[in-house]
């Protein structure tokens, strides 16, 4: 497990690092300050990418990753599946039950800031905490990130992960708490699963089947018996 931890941390130490610094930016600036700053940053190129990127927090892109990977390796796949089952109900108690009424920047800024909308995205107005893409999102990337065990991968994976939570303050639809908050829950929860669970995923790889010099150990075992 600690090899594995060591192969992924291009992906866990680096958000910490940013996830460090959206903390101090949370703490010294006031609650809207990171949404009117993405704002006044729109422009057609941002607007065009981050409002279909953003589907990458999608509970349709989570199921079609995880049928995916259900289909190449089945393991990996079913448990993606229960993370992301897990990551709606958590959703669901937060959003319709515990903070069912937070607004989002649409209703929070309403008569103080005219926010520019990008065209085509429906933007709400309630059920802002936490993100629920960037639940999804992290949960997905930092899963994978143990799957693959690779560190250009885990690199690739945190940049999508980050550039899907970032898209939901871009378009309005979250403010930064929120975000942070559901990119450290999908973190935890994937990250539980996978070390509950590692024995499991990883069992095909830890002796399933002997080696040739464990085949051949076994023969000489089986001939010192006999003699």
């Known amino acids: 497990m600690i090899n594995r931890l060591r192969n992924t941390s291009t992906f866990f130490i680096p958000y910490l690092i940013l996830f460090g610094i959206a903390l101090i930016f949370f703490f010294y600036q006031s609650h809207g300050d990171f949404v009117l700053w993405l704002n006044d940053l729109h422009n057609p190129i941002w607007n065009f990418f981050f409002k279909y990127w953003t589907h ?6 989570y199921a079609a990753v995880a049928i995916f990977f259900i289909v190449v390796r089945r393991r990996f796949g079913i448990m993606l599946s229960i993370i992301g089952v897990t990551i709606a109900a958590i959703s669901f108690l937060f959003k ?3 903070f069912n009424t937070s ?5 929070y800024f309403e008569g103080q800031k005219l926010l520019d909308f990008v065209d085509g995205v429906n933007v709400l107005s309630f059920h802002s905490f936490p993100s629920g893409h960037s639940m999804a999102v992290f949960a997905m990337a930092s899963f994978l990130a143990f799957m693959f065990q690779n560190r250009q991968h885990s690199w690739l994976l945190l940049i999508g992960a980050s550039l899907t939570a970032v898209s939901r303050v871009y378009l309005s639809q979250h403010f930064l708490i929120d975000i942070m908050a559901g990119s ?4 935890i929860v994937s990250t539980s699963f996978y070390m509950a669970f590692e024995k499991y995923l990883n069992r095909e790889k830890t002796g399933a089947f002997n080696t040739p010099d464990e085949d051949l150990e076994e023969l000489d075992l089986e001939n010192e018996d006999v003699n």
Do not use: A
């Open 56 to 61: 990458t927090g999608s509970v349709f892109f």
């Open 96 to 98: 319709q039950v515990l």
């Open 103 to 107: 607004p989002r920047p649409r209703i």
């Open 184 to 187: 450290l829950i999908g973190l």
